[in-house]
């Protein structure tokens, strides 16, 4: 049998922790993405990614990417900037991940990597010249589409 169903394949079991984060696709005038990397120390260090974070318990997603641009990069945004885009869910080894993922075209300030981060703004035709983590890699072609 083809297509997406198959009757006869494994189901795993699910993760024991599901691990809600959140990301944003700041895009600028120039139709560039802006990626971060992740730093040494953190799991999957040296990977690039959409900025973003965790979601606290209680924090609305928006609110959430809100703080983390701020903590993270110094820039400053309102929902009213955000545009809702996808979602991605993978299932890492020891946690699942849910990532809501918003469009940003709209921030006020000069992104500058306040963790120590590097980043790098990219056209999403150049994607694959930056590794990234599992979770973020079928959010490509959808930025392609989009871009």
């Not at 040296?46 to 924090?59: N, Q, R, T």
């Not at 990069?73 to 955000?82: A, I, N, R």
């Not at 885009?85 to 020891?94: G, I, V």
Request: aromatic share 10%; proline share 10%; hydrophobic share 45%.
């Amino acid at each position: 049998m083809s297509g997406c169903f198959d009757p006869d394949a494994a189901v795993a079991p699910p993760p024991s922790k599901i691990v809600y984060v959140v990301a944003g696709v700041l895009v600028d005038r120039d139709g560039r993405v802006l990626l971060a990397q992740r730093p040494e120390g953190k799991d999957m260090a040296g990977l690039w990614e959409f900025p973003g974070g965790k979601i606290e318990p209680g924090e609305l997603p928006e609110h959430a990417l809100i703080r983390e641009l701020h903590e993270e990069l110094g820039v400053d945004t309102k929902t009213s900037c955000l545009a809702p885009l996808t979602f991605a869910s993978h299932s890492y080894e020891k946690f699942h991940l849910f990532m809501p993922v918003f469009v940003c075209r709209v921030w006020k300030g000069v992104v500058v990597g306040r963790e120590g981060q590097a980043f790098a703004w990219v056209y999403p035709k150049d994607f694959e010249q930056y590794p990234m983590p599992p979770a973020d890699i079928p959010l490509i072609s959808i930025l392609r589409e989009l871009l």
